[in-house]
């Protein structure tokens, strides 16, 4: 390792620091700063040139006295340290203790910068994973390898779904290990204990590594935090050969960090002022996720997305959408009716649900269940459109059929408790319960054999 060492510092500018006269150092070299009272400060190279370089200070720029700023290029770039030790850890964007315990000691140090996976690398994502909400199992399945992010608003409870998903999900049927990688960004102190208490309390914590950076942590940590977690998620799956679930909340935050520091670069502002390459980084860190050839393990990926004003069309959800295999989609409409998790079927969708049940997955009729639901409750909303011009008592027999469904489906099947975790035998047979209000005749997504056997089990 070639250290070089400058007091060379010209100009500090929000999270970014230039340094004039600095020849052979290299785009994302880790930095070292130290001030002129001895603290030390983390950065990285982000442009380089001969004459100078830019610098991304993740504990910011303030009270920086340039003058008497002495900055130190390592010649490496920012690591992580790995072991199985980081199973019930908190780290902080740079893979550093946040808990109170000793820093994680191993051999194994891996560059969090990563790489997407090589498409000729890919295995096609399969096999279910359950994560015992019934929206998301029955209706919106996820498949280990995918990426299924979750699209909320302000003030929707997407922390305690994010939660409630890292608490119960698991494998079917499946004896290797499942592990969970949480990275929490721009979450304020309450949100930050609510995730770490819940864990805690329900065990799951030692199977679980958290990666925080609160608001009032530097913005540009944001930048590295979800590298390290996906450079954990990556030694997790291919060098333990574990399954991993990676949640990432909230990826608002990451951009937003992203277009304060293009702004301070001087990069060229796109669609809202977010930098033009925001879907060639938000890509970086999507693919990163998946199953490779010969490999037991695998990255699955489900980043919460909030979304500004609730427009699901704003850059952030938009180009999340583009890269990603679907959407989980949460409903304001539903929340303020107390309805909670409050997901909306009808803009939901998992693009890769079809090959993740079925027989020798899940259960033989869920395909067809599901589209069942699915064409019931786009009939029944269409008649509460119908009924709110005409008024209930206006309606046909079958309509009213059609809503009682609908206030059924969105109690019963969309509603659970917060601690309810659902099989998908539970969810199916729920479903079916629900079906069976309507005459068979009715029920035309479904097969005889579907019918004979669970149609007369849920009407008794």
């Known amino acids: 390792m070639s250290i070089k060492e400058y007091r060379t510092a010209v100009e500090a500018r929000g999270g970014l620091l230039v340094v004039r006269h600095t020849p052979n150092v290299a785009f994302g070299d880790r930095v070292r700063i130290e001030d002129h009272a001895g603290h030390v400060r983390n950065g990285q190279v982000i442009r380089a040139a001969d004459d100078e370089v830019l610098i991304l200070v993740f504990e910011g720029t303030e009270d920086l006295d340039l003058e008497n700023t002495w900055v130190r290029f390592l010649d490496e770039p920012i690591e992580i340290a ?3 030790e980081i199973l019930g850890r908190e780290l902080n964007g740079l893979g550093e203790p946040r808990d109170g315990r000793p820093p994680i000691l191993s051999a194994i ?5 990563g790489s997407a996976i090589n498409p000729a690398a890919r295995t096609y994502p399969r096999e279910f994973i359950q994560t015992g909400i019934s929206t998301i199992d029955g209706l919106n399945s996820l498949v ?3 990426k299924l992010p979750i699209f909320s608003g302000s003030g929707l409870p997407h922390n305690r779904l994010a939660a409630q998903i890292v608490r119960q999900a698991k494998l079917v049927d499946e004896s290797s290990s499942f592990s969970i990688v949480f990275a929490a960004m721009g979450v304020s102190y309450a949100d930050a204990k609510f995730f770490r208490d819940e864990f805690a309390n329900s065990g799951v914590l030692r199977n679980v590594v958290m990666f925080v950076n609160l608001a009032d942590d530097p913005p540009v940590e944001r930048l590295t935090l979800p590298r390290t977690a996906l450079t954990a998620a990556e030694y997790l799956a291919y060098d333990l050969d574990r399954h991993v679930l990676v949640v990432l909340t909230d990826m608002t935050n990451y951009a937003e960090a992203l277009r304060e520091v293009a702004t301070a670069k001087g990069d060229v502002p796109a669609r809202k002022g ?13 693919e990163r996720c998946g199953r490779i050839h010969e490999r037991h393990g695998s990255i699955t990926m489900m980043p919460v997305v909030s979304m500004p004003s609730d427009d699901i069309t704003h850059p952030i959800p938009d180009l999340t959408g583009y890269i990603t295999e679907g959407q989980i ?3 304001r409409e539903l929340h303020n009716q107390g309805i909670y998790p409050p997901v909306n079927i009808s803009p939901s969708l998992s693009r890769l649900m079809k090959d993740g049940i079925g027989k020798d997955d899940t259960r033989e009729d869920h395909p067809r269940v599901a589209a069942q639901l699915y064409a019931l409750y786009a009939r029944a909303q269409e008649t509460r459109n119908l009924a709110s011009i ?3 008592d206006e309606l046909s027999e079958r309509d009213r059929l059609y809503l009682t469904f609908a206030d059924a489906f969105d109690q019963r099947f969309v509603g659970q408790g917060e601690n309810e975790d659902r099989s998908i035998e539970a969810t199916l047979n729920l479903a079916w319960e629900l079906m069976s209000a ?8 479904l097969k005889e054999t579907d019918l004979a056997k669970y149609y007369r089990e849920s009407e008794a």
């Open 82 to 84: 790995l072991s199985p």
């Open 109 to 113: 140090r891996r560059p969090v910068g």
């Open 144 to 146: 280990r390898g995918q």
């Open 274 to 286: 977010y930098p033009g390459y925001l879907y060639s980084d938000l890509a970086e860190l999507y």
């Open 329 to 331: 989609v949460l409903s």
């Open 390 to 392: 005409i008024g209930a």
């Open 438 to 445: 309507f005459p068979r005749d009715m029920l035309t997504r």
